[in-house]
């Protein structure tokens, strides 16, 4: 396949900013062999094989800029698919400003953020599913994250709906055929076939609705509140929880660790203890009426609730209650009776005849803190992450789907009401838009600018 | 020639941490191609040629962790002479800390910092000035402080050393071989040539000793404090002579913005201002008595003051015990008469005598900036800078230099004491010793490590 150059030449830096001891330098477009040509005086890289590296002197002004190794990849085995070189120097800021500035001065311009990708998706090198992973790859912080990123860069997702889109085309084609025969009342699309093709496609898009729910987690972690009367033991239960995996978390560097939220990562899934100062501060002596109002609040505020309470303190009709509230308000959340190790583990479990809802832990001395993570996980999951299945975590797409559904309710409603076959193409072809609109098959420039323009630079 | 393969494998980021495009893992040792091939398991990179990219994905527990370019340098053709690989991924530091523990499951250990370098410099790839420019490239941050990196990475420096050695070496041998015929009373080493390979080897010397006071400034900048009388124009000059050149600083990443100093780079030279806090606060409402005490204590501070005054206030007798001070107190200094838009600039020459010293500017009209920034520079430089010549910057090897020039002293007065020769090759060796402990011909392990435990990770 022929990739489409582009004129103008693009150049930036692929690395972070910042001191290191080697920085890489990107280049891609029409003039990237003459550029490095120039630079790089002492080899012919139009001469060279694709996929070979070079170590050498950049130069420029008859200065040397410093000692590199240059990667060469020719069109079309690219990532961009034009000619593409990296220039791997020394990791000075200011010696790599240089080169860039030599790149710039030889006809190079700086590229925009995500532009590299954006040609490799003009380029038919990946399709925009595949693109935006990418970016989700290189956010990833946790190793689902990093899986559903992977899973949409080979192409898991696009191919899934792309397949369908291909056979809903076929009927759409039949279809409007129909129309040039519109006098003689014949259907050359089989109605029945189309009504299954239909269903097996709201299938798929109602599953990968659902996902987001799990992509968005995925995504953006989820946010848990402690709760529970002062005393129940909800700062010895935090420490308890972030004890070991805190070092876990310190290991992934940008995790942000001036907000007042701590984070675990329990999984591969990043749980947001909210409101953690507050659990801190108020911990002894807090004041009953405050402390609702505060309880309240942060209920409103989490994705998942953890009530606290000591099994020694608390009575069957007060959890009773508890619970009808939680019920009425919709939370998600887990029930954790804590301080088993004053009495016994057994007579707890009696007190509440056995409440299989009901997770028996002494925080102080660490038991059973495990269940209470892997429940907290299954809360999340609810059994229904099959890592090798699509999860949706990107709103665009969640979207489009949701628009899809809409329209594919259209066909169907219109194939049960026997409506013209015209109008049935009509929201067939709605329903190829935001197929296509998924995967970049039917973009316009607007959105794709907005798309790339969230990558970094250099990407 | 044939490298030594250390029998530990090393891995380690390469790149700045934090989010990028792209980030490169660096392995370097006997197990780099059974690491790579265990985790690459498309290729055998045990067959593949030297110096060739390889695009595939990276496998451990038969999950992918990511999708990347290999680069693999077959020994002695890489950078520590081993066998090398570059891994090249995506620039999350989750996904890339995976890879680096993916690597370290399957046999490597994580690189001390420089440790890469250190095992170039062991198989002779680098000598020790040629590695230590390597650090110093790293964190250059001005066109000179990169040529003189460059120049020593290219061997520049070591080059006039190890030939003076040699030849040190040669005389030293036949000094020795005179011991052997010691009843005889030969002279197999002629006199007067030592002697006046000594006068060479002791003018490279005393070059390179002098080369210092410019190589500190090219390492570490030069304080300038701007001092004068309130209502001198001191904010104003500090704002003409930051306007221009900001951007240029902040351009360069890693330039401290947290302090009161302010810096700008002219012509590849650091010069900090210091205390601009200061003048911006003072310029007006000073007391004057607090104003001169700040005064001295700045000037005690600076390698440079440039005194300002306005050419209508001050008169030359004035003006003359304001130069005796200076020169008592050995500041480099320069006059600056500012306001000359007020009279006109030959007024104010005359009105000094044409006093050559004195550079005329009106800082508020922006006249003269460039003279006065091109004075700071030659009062740096003092004519002496020839870009192709060494400059050392490195303080170890100015106090290896002095003991070396100290050792020379002593050879030549036991050549003219006409001293046994035995005892001139002793003082030889001592030279030998200090220009081989330069170019790390002569090491010992802690000197090594304290050398290398500088450099970043990954280099």
Chains 1, 2 share one sequence.
């Not at 606290?308 to 887990?334: C, H, P």
């Not at 004053?342 to 479990?349: D, F, G, N, T, Y």
Request: charged share 25%; hydrophobic share 40%.
């Amino acid at each position: 396949m022929k990739s489409v150059i582009w004129e103008d030449t693009i150049v930036a830096l692929a690395t972070p900013p910042g001191i290191g001891a080697i920085g890489v330098i990107r280049l891609s477009g029409k003039k990237t062999f003459e550029i490095i040509n120039e630079l790089f005086p002492s080899k012919n890289f139009a001469e060279e094989a694709s996929h070979s590296l070079h170590v050498g002197f950049i130069k420029h002004h008859g200065e040397i800029l410093d000692e590199v190794v240059v990667s060469i990849y020719r069109s079309p085995r690219s990532y961009t698919g034009e000619d593409v070189v990296e220039i791997s120097g020394h990791g000075s800021p200011f010696v790599l400003q240089q080169i860039i500035n030599a790149c710039i001065e030889n006809g190079a311009r700086l590229a925009r953020p995500g532009e590299f990708t954006q040609r490799a998706f003009l380029n038919g090198k990946l399709d925009l599913t595949q693109a935006e992973a990418v970016a989700d790859l290189i956010a990833s912080n946790t190793s689902i994250s990093q899986k559903a990123a992977l899973h949409n860069i080979r192409g898991g997702f696009s191919q899934q709906l792309k397949e369908l889109r291909e056979r809903l085309i076929r009927f759409s084609a039949l279809i409007e055929l129909e129309l040039d025969f519109s006098q003689e009342d014949v259907e050359f699309a089989d109605r029945r076939q189309l009504q299954e093709l239909i269903d097996e496609v709201d299938k798929v898009t109602t599953s990968l609705i659902d996902s987001f729910k799990l992509g968005n987690v995925v995504r953006n972690g989820i946010s848990v509140a402690i709760i529970g009367k002062p005393n129940a033991g909800k700062s010895t239960l935090l420490n308890a929880l972030l004890n070991e995996e805190r070092a876990i978390v310190s290991d992934i560097p940008g995790t942000t660790r001036d907000t007042v939220e701590e984070v675990i990562n329990i999984d591969g899934i990043l749980f947001r203890l909210i409101d953690t100062a507050g659990i801190r501060q108020h911990s002894t002596d807090i004041i009953e009426s405050a402390g609702m109002q505060r309880s309240i609040e942060k209920m409103k505020q989490a994705d998942l609730v953890i009530y606290l309470f000591d099994v020694n303190e608390i009575t069957t009709q007060e959890l009773g209650e508890i619970k009808n509230n939680f019920s009425i308000q919709q939370s998600r959340y887990l029930l954790v009776g804590n301080k088993i190790d004053l009495v016994s583990e057994q007579s707890a479990r009696e007190k509440f005849s056995e409440d299989p809802e009901i997770l028996f832990i002494s925080a102080i001395k660490q038991q059973h803190i495990d269940d209470l993570k892997e429940r907290m996980v299954n809360t999340v999951l609810e059994g229904e992450v099959q890592t090798e299945s699509t999860i949706v975590t990107n709103a665009r797409h969640f979207h489009a789907l949701r628009q899809l559904r809409t329209a594919l309710g259209d066909v169907k409603k219109g194939i049960n009401d026997k409506i013209p076959g015209d109008l049935v193409a009509i929201d067939i072809r709605r329903c190829l838009h935001y197929l296509g609109e998924i995967t970049g098959e039917i973009t316009n420039e607007d959105q794709l600018d907005y798309i790339f323009s969230k990558f970094c630079i250099g990407k």
